[in-house]
């Protein structure tokens, strides 16, 4: 099991730096779903087994979707974006240095203040079934607040994308 | 089978949430941006996965799920707010873009 | 008929809190003389109720007595076992009953005479309600049984006597007297209130009950403390050295008020409260001498000032003063009934006076300057009469009242073998008999009328009444203890039980005699010097002016306090407003804005609108306060996660 989690955990990480280093999008967006796959994998190791289902179903198979549509649909043709120097260039270095910092700081915390304590017994849990109940009684109230999030988000992107002369 | 311990998941969720925090920073690229966005938002998933594995507690999975559905909200905004930018200006460098300041 | 009156007992105290608050309240739509009625009608249903309750409980043998001290629980004022509990009941004791008496029956004739004394005021309604509050207030302190309501009583009436002195509040001078005396009587009121937090301290509790009934427990030294700061209260109230000066500054407010409050009742409360507290007095010697200096210094003190002043309701004033003087030197040797008859009497006599002398300042006009006074017992005989009995009442002869009381004070003096305090206390009666019969020759006797208002005798019923009623009372006031020489001591026994001095002093008949002779001599020096020989008042006045002026000026005290308190206080009051708010106050604001103005300059810089900055400024931020969290919060969050 350890050396599973090693190779999904290289896969990740792998993918997630060429996710953010490519120029293009659209291979950022292969790196992204290397990226979720190895996740779901590890998900797996957790006994996760309902996620790991909609890690693969929503984010690879919805939201990368709708990314590689915009990208389709916007980029082609158009000037790239990342050439020559940016107005914010100099911040490059301080950025890195910025996000090292805090995963330093945070590897540290995980030491200093981080004891797990030992797991018990895993019936079932992350089984559909058991997920399901819990989504329905448990966190119903949360459940059905998600379900009205996707609604505004939904009229929010039909009123924002479908309107022609909004200036800005 | 050894059982993996949790610290290795969460260093791992880190090293993750970090990239993307990089990465968020270094590109100018809305939509590249937007992918590193949902980076983060994938390590710190994978931390609350670790979490109930480790207590046996389902909680951590609904709100990994939970965070998965805002997630895909917050896309579709993004997402809608780039194509505006795009149809606005052929060039969508964010740097480009300082109508923030108040 | 007994439990009628015994239930009916705090009725006695709310009646005059209820006419204040009607009269306030409905007094507007009302006719003028209904508020006068409401405000004599609840004072007079008072006055009823208290005779009946005093009939009831006074003939009571001791033990009897004893159950009605404490018998009418009103309600908690604060509940909070097992630290602090205060509860309010009615004490019903003889020496309360024998001040309530006073309160309710002289404020009923005060009352009825302000009917005809304050017609022409153009704030006739809002005089009664202020009188109501006084009277409520008053029977507040002497029916409270512990210090805590004691002291809103003590407060009340130092705000009721704030606003009857103010009451002709478009004269300067009488605002500023009315804010002179509520500030004495502030300190007072802190002094109470510092004895108050030292019982508490040392019994844990307020109520007289608790603090009396073991008062040695706590050691002399700390039982004098106590005594002493409550004897700042009582100085304060009464008028005493060195508290004494806004007595004779109230006199700006209507002659009924001083009647009232600054010469029948409230200026008294000190001598109650110092009676009231007498096992505290009885276990601290120390504290008890205290107030048997003062109470002699201020006797002597005021009598001296009394002789030279022009102002008739001045020279009342410091024979006020004096009087009260007597009183506390009384309660301060430890004859407390001594102290509390020469109250009761004082109370006829010098209420009598202010009310005579009212209706001699009413008949010319507002006029109370002496000069301008004389000749005019033909004109006024009803007020010369009266205001001669008064005279002749408060100068201790027989057998008029003062005579009884004074000599009771005396012979209780001279037990206490303090051969200072005594001479000071013959001298100052031979000084009350000269400065009342100066007040007597020179306004009713001597000479042509020397004023130039037209003299008018229409004083109506409602004024002679009660001015007749309190003539006689101070004719016969002393005469119930002609039987038994203890009468009075007698009737308060059930209030002094525990006092280790005989109350009934004993009776001497060479000193009755030689006070007698004192008095008589001042009365003969006053009719040589003001009526026989006007001469020699003139020769007295030029040769000794510099005597006179120091007397006149009141021994220059107002100018001392002036100096010492007021010009640096005032001094300090404007450097504050030109210099320190100027540099320090303002100065520091502006800084702290000029400061607000830069760094919002910084930060403005940085926010230039760009999305990465925020991002790069929301991580560092983000990672700084996760630093903070793990590594700087309460030393390590090792310890906190399980």
């Known amino acids: 099991m350890i050396v599973l989690f090693w190779a999904c955990a290289l896969v990740a990480i792998a993918s997630g730096i060429w996710t953010i280093a490519s120029r293009q999008p659209v291979h950022s967006v292969v790196g992204l779903i290397v990226n979720f796959a190895a996740l779901a994998i590890l998900f797996l190791t957790l006994s996760a087994d309902f996620l790991a289902m909609m890690q693969i179903l929503i984010y690879a198979g919805a939201i990368l979707v709708l990314f590689l549509f915009v990208i389709a649909l916007l980029t082609i043709g158009s000037a790239p974006i990342e050439t020559g120097r940016g107005r914010l260039a100099f911040q490059a270095a301080p950025s890195v240095a910025a996000g090292i910092a805090a995963l330093v700081i945070m590897g540290a915390g995980l030491r200093v203040a981080w004891s797990p304590t030992a797991a018990g017994p895993l019936n079932d849990l992350g089984s559909v079934a058991n997920f399901g109940q819990q989504l329905l009684t448990t966190h119903v109230f949360a459940f059905e607040a998600t379900a009205f999030i996707l609604l505004i988000a939904i009229v929010g992107v039909v009123m924002m994308a479908g309107r022609k002369e909004l200036r800005f | 089978m050894p059982q993996v311990p949790l610290n290795l998941y969460l260093e791992l969720s880190a090293v993750l949430f970090i990239i993307g925090v990089i990465g968020f920073l270094l590109r100018r690229n809305p939509i590249t941006m937007l992918m590193a966005i949902e980076l983060m938002w994938n390590a710190g998933n994978l931390a609350f996965v670790a979490f109930a594995r480790n207590y046996i507690d389902m909680s951590g999975q609904v709100f990994a799920f939970f965070v998965i559905t805002v997630a895909a909200a917050e896309a579709a905004i993004a997402l809608a707010i780039v194509v505006m930018v795009f149809r606005r200006r052929e060039n969508a460098d964010v740097d480009d873009i300082s109508i923030m300041r108040g | 008929m007994a439990n009628f009156f015994l239930s009916a007992a705090p009725l006695i105290l709310f009646f005059p809190l209820i006419g204040a608050a009607t009269i306030a309240l409905f007094g507007p739509y009302v006719h003028r003389s209904a508020s006068a009625f409401i405000g004599c009608l609840s004072v007079g249903l008072s006055f009823l109720l208290t005779v009946g309750v005093a009939f009831v409980i006074l003939p009571l043998p001791l033990a009897q007595q004893a159950q009605f001290d404490h018998s009418h629980f009103v309600g908690y004022w604060a509940h909070i076992p097992p630290y602090l509990i205060i509860s309010f009941r009615l004490l019903l004791d003889p020496l309360a009953l024998l001040w309530m008496l006073i309160i309710t029956g002289v404020g009923l004739l005060i009352h009825v005479y302000s009917v005809g004394y304050m017609a022409e005021s153009k704030n006739y309604r809002t005089f009664f309600s202020y009188m109501n509050l006084f009277v409520f207030m008053m029977l507040l302190l002497v029916m409270s049984d512990n210090f805590l309501w004691l002291l809103v009583g003590w407060g009340g009436v130092g705000l009721a006597s704030y606003l009857l002195i103010g009451f002709d509040y478009e004269r300067p001078i009488a605002v500023l007297a009315a804010r002179k005396a509520l500030i004495m009587n502030v300190i007072g009121d802190v002094g109470i ?25 706590i050691g002399t030294s700390a039982l004098s403390w106590i005594g002493i700061w409550l004897l700042v209260g009582a100085v304060a109230k009464s008028a005493q050295l060195p508290l004494q000066t806004w007595l004779p500054d109230a006199m700006e407010g209507p002659t009924p008020v001083s009647a009232l409050i600054h010469a029948a009742t409230m200026v008294t409360a000190g001598v109650y409260l110092i009676a009231r507290a007498h096992p505290i007095y009885d276990n601290a010697p120390l504290a008890a001498e205290i107030v048997a200096i003062v109470g002699g210094v201020t006797a002597i003190f005021a009598a001296t000032i009394g002789c030279v002043q022009y102002d008739i309701k001045r020279v009342l004033a410091y024979s006020t003063m004096s009087q009260i003087g007597y009183m506390i030197l009384a309660v301060g040797v430890g004859a407390y009934a001594a102290g509390a008859f020469h109250f009761m009497t004082h109370a006829f006599f010098k209420a009598l006076l202010f009310m005579a002398a009212g209706l001699v300042i009413h008949a010319i006009g507002g006029e109370q300057d002496i000069r301008k006074m004389g000749g ?186 002036d100096w010492l308190f007021q010009r640096p206080t005032y001094a300090l009051a404007l450097w504050l407003r030109d210099t320190f708010e100027v540099d320090a106050i303002t100065a520091l604001p502006a800084a702290g804005v000029r400061l607000g103005a830069a760094l919002g300059e910084l930060a403005n810089r940085w926010e230039t609108g760009y999305l990465r900055r925020y991002g790069l400024t929301f991580v560092v931020g983000a990672a700084l306060l996760l630093f903070l969290y793990l590594f700087l919060s309460h030393g390590s969050a090792a310890g906190a996660a399980p």
């Open chain 3, 193 to 217: 209130m510092i004895a108050m937090f030292l019982m508490y301290a040392h019994f844990g509790s307020v109520s007289f009950q608790n603090v009396f009934n073991n008062p040695a427990q």
């Open chain 3, 376 to 561: 005019l017992a033909s004109k006024l005989p009803f007020a010369f009469w009266t205001f001669l009995i008064g005279a002749i009442a408060i100068s201790g002869i027989f057998p008029f009242a003062g005579f009884f009381s004074k000599d009771d004070v005396l012979d209780a003096v001279l037990t206490f073998h303090h051969p200072v305090l005594f001479v000071c206390v013959l001298v100052a009666a031979g000084l009350t008999a000269f400065y009342m019969f100066r007040l007597v020759f020179l306004t009713f006797l001597t000479g042509p009328y020397r004023g130039t208002h037209e003299v008018h005798a229409d004083a109506d019923r409602t004024m002679t009444v009660p001015v007749a009623i309190l003539a006689v009372l101070s004719v016969v006031g002393g005469w119930f203890v002609l039987p038994h020489h203890d009468a009075i001591a007698a009737m308060l026994r059930g209030s002094f039980s525990d006092a280790p001095l005989p109350q009934a002093a004993e009776f001497n008949v060479g000193l009755t005699f030689g006070v007698l002779a004192l008095a008589l001599a001042g009365i003969a020096f006053a009719w040589a010097a003001y009526q026989w020989r006007p001469q020699i008042a003139t020769a007295l006045h030029r040769s000794l002016s510099g005597l006179h002026d120091l007397l006149f000026n009141a021994y220059y005290v107002d100018v001392l306090y």
